[in-house]
C-alpha cells in the first residue's frame, strides 16, 4: 500500500495556528494593558470590565454569517478578509481618545474575529478527513494554550518599553502582514492548492466525498430546521456548560500562583505557564486517541469528569499550595483536552450545506459562558462571602456537559444528517 503525502499538516495548520494566535493576542492584550491606560484617561472598575466583555457583544454578530460566507463562497477569502479587518480594529484602539472610543474600538475588534472560528472549522473539514479531524482540530486549537504560555509576557515587555497606545498598534500590525502568507499558503480545498501533489489530492477528494455520501440523507431539510435539530441543539447545551465551567480554570489560576510565589512577576510568569504546557500535550494525546477509536463521545466526557474532580479536590479540601497547583494542572488539562474531539462532531452529523450554520451557532451560544462563569462566581462571592461556592457550581456546570455528551452524545456514527433543500431558499 502506497504512503499518502501528507503536505496538508504542514501547509494548512501551522498557518493556521500562527493566525489565530495573533487573534488571542488581540483579543487578550487588553488585560494586561488597561491598567496603564488610567494617565490618558480616567476608566473606572466598570469602564474597563465593559472594554473587556463588550469584545465578546460584536463577537456573536458574524459567527453564522462568517460561517455561511466560508462553506457557500470562501473560507480563504472569508478569513483573509477578516484578518485585514480586525487588524485595523486593533490599531485603532491605541488611537482612541476616550473611553465610548475605546468600548467601540473593542467591539469592532470582536465583530471582525467573531467569523474566524467557524470559518477555519470549515476550512479543515475541506482538508481533514473524519479519522484525522480531531488532530487537525486540537492541533488547530493548540493557539489557545500556546498563546496563553507566550503572549502575555510579551506584552508586559513592551509595556516596560514603550506606551500602551503603541502596544496597541504594534500588536495590531502583525495580521496584516500574515494574511499575505495566508493567501499564499492555505486554499479552500485540495483541488485548488497547487503545492498538494496528484496523490495526495485524489486521496482526499475520493475520501472525503466517500464520507459525505455515506452520510444518511433527511431530505428538503434547511438551515431552520438544523438549528431545531436535536443533534445541535445537544452540542450548543454541551459547549455553553462546558466553556462556562471552564472559566473554574482561569480564575482559580491567578489566585494559586500567587499564594506560591508571593508575588514575583518572574515566577508568576513562569509557573503560570506550565498549566497550560501540560494542557496542550493532554490535548494533542486526548485527539489523537479520539481519532484512532472514533470515540468521540468518551474523548469529550472522560477530560470534563477529570476537570470537575480536580476543580472540587482543590477548592473544597485544604491541600499545600504545591498539591493546588497539581490540581490545578488536572483541571486545565480536563478543560482543554475535549476541544479536538468535540469540534469534530459537528462535521461528521451534519450534511456539509448545513453544518457551517451549525457550527457558527454552536461557537456563538456556547461562548456565552465567557460571560455568565466569571460573572456567576463574582455574584456568588458578594452573596455568601467565599469563592468556594462559586466554583463549586462551575464544578456543577461541567458535570451537566459531561452528561449531555455522555447521554447525548452517539459512541460511533451520528444519528442524523440534515442537507439543505435545493432550492436557493434555506430560511
Given amino acids: 500500500m502506497n504512503v499518502i503525502p501528507r503536505k496538508r499538516w504542514a501547509y494548512v495548520i501551522p498557518v493556521a495556528v500562527v493566525m489565530y494566535m495573533l487573534a488571542y493576542l488581540d483579543r487578550t492584550n487588553v488585560a494586561v494593558i488597561l491598567p496603564y491606560i488610567g494617565s490618558d484617561f480616567p476608566l473606572s472598575a466598570s469602564a474597563k470590565g465593559l472594554a473587556s466583555g463588550i469584545f465578546f457583544i460584536g463577537y456573536l454578530v458574524l459567527q453564522i454569517p462568517a460561517a455561511v460566507l466560508a ?7 472569508t478569513v483573509v478578509l477578516l484578518m485585514i479587518l480586525w487588524a485595523l480594529a486593533a490599531v485603532l484602539c491605541g488611537l482612541v481618545r476616550s473611553e465610548t472610543q475605546l468600548h467601540l474600538a473593542r467591539l469592532l475588534l ?21 479519522k484525522e479531524r480531531a488532530r ?11 498563546s496563553a504560555i507566550l503572549m502575555s509576557p510579551l506584552s508586559g515587555f513592551m509595556l516596560d518599553h514603550m506606551s500602551w497606545r503603541w502596544v496597541f498598534v504594534l500588536q495590531g500590525l502583525p495580521p496584516l502582514v500574515w494574511a499575505i502568507v495566508w493567501w499564499f499558503a492555505v486554499a479552500d480545498r485540495p483541488s485548488q492548492a497547487r503545492w498538494i501533489s496528484r496523490e ?11 464520507e459525505e455520501a455515506a452520510k444518511p440523507s433527511v431530505a428538503k431539510q434547511g438551515y431552520r430546521q438544523a438549528l431545531r435539530n436535536k443533534s445541535v441543539l445537544l452540542l450548543i447545551g454541551v459547549y455553553f456548560f462546558w466553556i462556562t465551567g471552564f472559566y473554574g480554570f482561569s480564575l ?30 493532554a490535548m494533542l494525546s486526548c485527539a489523537l486517541w479520539s481519532d484512532r477509536t472514533g470515540n468521540r463521545r468518551m474523548a469529550v466526557t472522560v477530560p470534563l469528569l477529570i476537570a470537575i474532580a480536580g476543580l472540587l479536590l482543590g477548592n473544597l479540601v485544604h491541600w499545600p499550595p504545591v498539591v493546588q497547583f497539581v490540581l490545578l494542572c488536572v483541571v ?18 451534519l450534511g456539509i450545506e448545513v453544518v457551517a450554520v451549525a457550527m457558527g451557532v454552536i461557537n456563538a451560544l456556547g461562548n456565552l459562558g ?27 456546570f461541567l458535570a451537566v456537559a459531561a452528561a449531555l455528551a455522555y447521554f447525548g452524545l452517539r ?3 451520528a444519528p442524523e444528517v440534515i442537507r439543505a433543500p435545493a432550492t436557493s431558499d434555506h430560511s
Avoid: H
Avoid at 486545565?332 to 452529523?349: K, T
Fill in 71 to 77: 462553506a457557500k463562497w470562501s473560507a480563504r477569502k
Fill in 110 to 130: 470582536g465583530l471582525f474575529e467573531g467569523g474566524v472560528w467557524p470559518a477555519v472549522l470549515i476550512l479543515l473539514a475541506s482538508w481533514f478527513p473524519q
Fill in 136 to 146: 487537525a482540530n486540537a492541533l488547530w486549537m493548540s493557539c489557545l494554550p500556546i
Fill in 200 to 210: 495526495e489530492r485524489e486521496y482526499l477528494e475520493t475520501t472525503l466525498a466517500a
Fill in 252 to 281: 482559580w489560576l491567578p489566585s494559586v500562583v500567587k499564594t506560591m510565589t508571593g508575588g514575583s512577576a518572574t515566577a508568576v510568569g513562569f509557573l503560570s505557564a506550565i498549566p497550560y504546557v501540560l494542557a496542550l500535550v
Fill in 332 to 349: 486545565a488539562a480536563g478543560v482543554y483536552m475535549p476541544y479536538g474531539p468535540f469540534w469534530a462532531v459537528p462535521s461528521q452529523i
Fill in 370 to 396: 465567557g460571560f455568565a462563569g466569571p460573572y456567576l462566581v463574582g455574584w456568588l462571592t458578594d452573596v455568601t462571602g467565599t469563592s468556594t461556592t462559586g466554583f463549586v457550581v462551575l464544578a456543577a
Fill in 411 to 413: 459512541p460511533t456514527s
